[in-house]
């Protein structure tokens, strides 16, 4: 057995230190992951139970089950690819503002300045889906 020198020990401690490394971001990766999946699943349980107790379901409360469903739809995206899926983050930000403008709309039952602030953020955020749609396309 030869016998190391200081620069390859260096290298080869260097190599198994990466690897470690790589091993616990990936192993801290899918914890949490698990961790933001398992949350959502329950807190959107927690939120449709509260709405059969309620004995009905508004369209704010089926809208918040929608988001529910576009964060899992997300979490299962950057499972499956390691990447962050930047349009689920917009529909999600687009259909918790269309909630706030529905209850907007039927707390007070006019049109004000939040609603076309609402509505401008909305269109915003639609043209921005469209732009990083056409950008991926490029891509």
């Known amino acids: ?5 200081l620069a390859e020990f260096r290298e080869v401690y260097k190599a198994w230190v990466d690897e470690l490394g790589n091993l616990l971001i990936e192993l801290f990766h899918y914890v949490a992951l698990f961790v933001i999946g398992a949350s959502v699943v329950w807190s959107a349980v927690v939120s449709f139970v509260g709405m059969v107790s309620n004995g009905n379901a508004s369209i ?5 089950l929608f988001i ?21 983050l917009i529909f999600i930000a687009i259909t918790a503002l269309s909630r706030l403008l529905i209850a907007d709309i039927q707390m007070h039952h006019q049109a004000e300045t939040n609603t076309l602030l609402l509505s401008g953020s909305i269109l915003v955020l639609g043209l921005a889906t469209r732009l990083i749609g056409k950008s991926e396309d490029k891509v």
């Open 1 to 5: 057995m030869k016998p190391y020198h």
């Open 60 to 64: 704010g409360d089926i809208l918040l």
């Open 68 to 88: 529910y469903l576009e964060l899992g739809a997300m979490v299962g995206i950057y499972f499956q690819t390691n990447a962050m899926p930047v349009r689920c």
